[in-house]
């Protein structure tokens, strides 16, 4: 009886620990939002972003990403950042994230979005690739601005106005600890 019970504890044991290893995001990584206006299509960087993953081997089992707002910039200058940054609320909410609550199918990451403050569960097509330096992820995914209660800038007296609808595009390199 004791043998028996040591050995389902090692079982229990062996499946509840399974091999989760670190990652953190690589500097090469890349995150890019891009948008229409009345006038023309436009692209900002992300310059900061960091994240933190937990894979077995298979999939990722969890992700934590962060965005700062504040290093959001465009190509067009300080008028377009101040416009951008007052929509995503810079002040209230500094970061954007997104924490993974599942994978399906391994090419789907679920999870909770969070932009401006309001928070909403998403489905993101992805790409993952793993080799000897780490794993990759990448895809796009587009994002309403009005579903985050973002009212999309306008300027020049209302005559240049930002589409309603962004794409989110990502290449991220994640590098085991």
């Known amino acids: 009886m004791k043998n028996t019970f040591l050995l389902l504890l090692f079982v229990a044991s062996s499946i509840i620990g399974q091999a989760q290893d670190e990652y953190t995001l690589a500097d090469s ?10 006038v023309s299509d436009w692209d900002v960087v992300a310059n900061s972003v960091s994240a933190n993953l937990k894979y077995d081997g298979v ?4 992700i934590y990403l962060e965005v700062e707002v504040a290093d959001i910039m465009s190509e067009r200058g ?9 929509a995503l609320k810079k002040e209230q909410h500094p970061k954007v ?3 993974l609550t599942e994978v399906k ?20 097509p992805v790409k993952m690739e793993s080799n000897s330096e ?6 796009k995914k587009k994002i309403v601005l009005k579903n985050y209660n973002i009212e999309p800038p306008s300027a020049m007296f209302g005559q240049i106005i930002v589409g309603d609808e962004v794409t989110v595009n990502f290449d991220l390199l994640f590098s085991k600890n």
């Open 134 to 139: 780490g794993l990759k992820i990448s895809g």
């Open 59 to 62: 999939a990722p089992k969890q």
């Open 97 to 99: 994230t997104f924490k």
């Open 78 to 86: 300080a008028s377009m950042d101040k416009k951008m940054h007052e």
């Open 29 to 38: 990584s890349k995150l890019t939002i891009s948008g229409t206006s009345t």
């Open 105 to 124: 199918n391994k090419s789907t990451l679920v999870g909770s979005l969070a932009i401006a403050g309001v928070e909403k569960t998403v489905e993101i």
